[in-house]
């Protein structure tokens, strides 16, 4: 039986959660808004706050307005001189700021096209749109490189080190694959997985394994993948299981792009579920898979199961994420954060 994950602490907001970061150190960014009594707003400007939460106890070390990063498309995380840095939606558009992380101070607003997904790094802010990729300096959200051709629409993206991982859909085919690029100089485009897969529904990364969430398993694996594979499939269907549906597949980082797959597996249904949304994350050499309450614990690498457990609201979330073993859970006006002792 699946036990209930130990939680260090949860904290009751007056805001409604939009969006979380959790990095390997300092505090934790909350992003926000507060809701008027029977959700009428004066005029279309949502009252948006971007608050500094002490990881250890989860109180608020300072709270700032901050009208970036609505919804879709935000990302957070600090930048090389230790400053907050938010991407995302704003009553004006699109745009990037830097804050002072001790003080919420505002410190720099940089307009920038729409896009889908933002990611924040110490030295590239990574900005995926539907026709292209950006990169931007996380100091001074100068244009660092550009990646686009015609024919893609990007979806999400995640790095490792020196390479970062696309999901792209081919336009002829309306096919999804996945793309590797430079992230020093976004040049030296690769298919790490051909655009034969009808939907790609995640993607994570960690030390030397990407781990993607698809569709129909067989349209991802290569030529060679296959017959690396074909008796370990063979052996699944032989024993009556799932091979068809929502899959996890790894393959490493540094490797080719005809590699054999590092290990696959079938995500099973969820026995108080089955429609649960499935949703994956990494950290510290282990993958996080996120299913109704249930989180299950597996190493990136190998695939091995570690263990699971349950999380209350986690079926609900907002927003989660993990980092050294302790997982973030946001929900409408709570914020809680569990230890994964696994």
Known sequence: MTRTARRRWSRELLTQVDGLCLAASGPILLHGYEEPVGGKWIDEVIPGKLGAIDRSTGETLWSSPCEV???????AGFGRAQNAVVLGPSPQGHRAIRMDINSGELLMVQDLPAFDVALVFEDICISVQPGQVVAYDTDTFKVVWKYGTSGERYHTAVREGARVFVVYTDSTTSKQGVLMLNAET????????????????????????????????ITALSHEGLVASATTLGDIEEAGHQTSGQALLALRTDGSKDQAPLWFDFVGDNPDDEISEVTIRSDSGKLYVSRGAHCYVRDTLTGRALGAVT?????????????????????????????IPI
Request: hydrophobic content about 45%.
């Open 69 to 75: 990063g609505y919804g879709r498309g935000f990302g």
């Open 186 to 217: 976004g040049k030296n485009p690769v298919i790490w997985v051909a655009p034969n897969v009808p939907v790609i529904h995640g993607m994570t990364v960690g030390p030397h394994a990407v781990v993607i969430l698809l569709e129909e398993l």
């Open 311 to 339: 999380i209350p609201g986690l079926d609900e979330h907002i927003a989660w994420t993990v980092s050294q073993g302790a997982l973030l859970l946001g929900e409408e006006t709570r914020i809680s954060l569990y230890e």
